[in-house]
């Protein structure tokens, strides 16, 4: 058995069983992935790909069970070699984060330049998602950091770190009638059509909930995961923007925000990273960066907590920077 037949088969896993695209991702021709898994297959004594003819259709419920091992052994490679590259290389390296639209494009720039500032020869890579896609990547070993909002239930496998809480704003044409409208109500609200996340992204569930307890059903005729997408309807008059407050910026000159924080919770963004992992120095920095109480000697008390509750109750007693 081999480390790269090992790495073979949760690339085929993580490229939807596309052995082509598996092939592209990995340098290398598809005839030697194939033929390197059916070797496995024969050691094994067992099949991990359900086939039709050529083609993969499925994988195995053993092959499930492997894939998770593999994904696991794979994990703790890149461990050894990030231990030796810390004592050999210790500025040198790669750190890949996934994180949603609004944080890399409103959060994570000055967070960046001051990385990049102090480790310019480490490269940097951000992959966007939703929180599932984010999720996944971060347990496949895709990623180093993962940076998410709302959606706690899926990473309970990880260290996950609270950094800040923020507030949404109604975004709306400095026309509209609402403008005028003083201390905004939800009921207000209900009265036009919605411009918002797509469910499953910062906390829409929050939204639902929120115009729910008024007894209103919101009229929502557009979901997005990009808040620049959800400024570009508004600027449409497709309706009115519910999104994060910080992303509405200086530059929007055409757009009115109008604090809607007494009608939403609060949502958090948390940063989290596979239990179990080796985090370069370079990695805590760049934690520390993003949210600045996040030290490193706080981040490696947390990494010895055995769950995330555990965790909630450590940062219980610091209060979180609202944005």
């Known amino acids: 058995m081999k480390i790269q037949q090992l790495r073979y088969i949760v690339e ?18 598809q005839p ?9 297959e ?34 703790k490679t890149q461990s050894i070699k990030a231990i030796a590259d810390e004592y050999t290389r210790p500025d040198h390296g790669v750190l890949r984060i996934a994180t949603t ?27 966007q998602g939703s929180p599932t896609q984010i999720y996944d990547a971060l347990l496949s070993g895709e990623v180093d950091l993962a940076i998410t909002t709302e959606a706690q239930y899926l990473f309970e496998g990880v260290v996950l770190l609270p950094c800040y809480n923020w507030n ?4 709306v044409k400095r026309n509209h009638p609402l403008v005028n409208c003083k201390n905004i109500t939800i009921e207000e609200l209900g009265k036009y059509p919605l411009v918002t ?15 729910s307890s008024s007894g209103i059903l919101p009229n929502i005729v ?77 981040v490696e008390q947390a990494e010895r907590l055995p769950n995330n509750h555990a965790i909630q109750k450590l940062f219980a007693d610091i209060e979180l920077e609202m944005r």
Request: hydrophobic fraction near 40%; glycine fraction near 6%; charged fraction near 20%.
């Open 168 to 171: 949404r704003s109604v975004i």
């Open 222 to 298: 557009f979901t997005a995961t990009d808040a620049d997408v959800i400024k570009t309807y508004v600027r449409l008059g497709l309706g009115v923007g519910i999104m994060a407050s910080m992303a509405h910026t200086q530059e929007d000159t055409d757009l009115v925000a109008i604090d809607a924080s007494h009608l939403f919770k609060p949502s958090s963004t948390q940063i989290a990273f596979k239990r179990g992992s080796f985090l370069r120095h370079y990695m805590y920095d760049f934690i520390n960066y993003f949210s600045e109480h996040l030290t490193r000697p706080m």
């Open 32 to 40: 030697g992935i194939s033929k390197q898994v059916r070797l496995l």
């Open 42 to 75: 024969q050691e094994l004594g067992l099949e991990i790909f359900e086939r039709n003819g050529k083609h993969i259709k499925s994988i195995t419920t053993e092959g499930r069970k492997i894939i998770a091992i593999a994904r696991e052994l794979l994990a």
């Open 197 to 211: 996340y797509t469910f499953g992204f910062t906390g829409a569930s929050d939204l639902s909930q929120a115009f």
């Open 12 to 29: 085929i896993a993580n490229q939807n069983l596309n052995i082509t695209d598996a092939a592209e991702a990995l340098y290398t021709s």
């Open 101 to 127: 639209n609004t944080q890399a494009r409103y959060v994570l720039p000055k967070v960046v330049d001051r990385f990049l500032s102090r480790y310019p020869d480490v490269s940097l890579q951000i992959h």
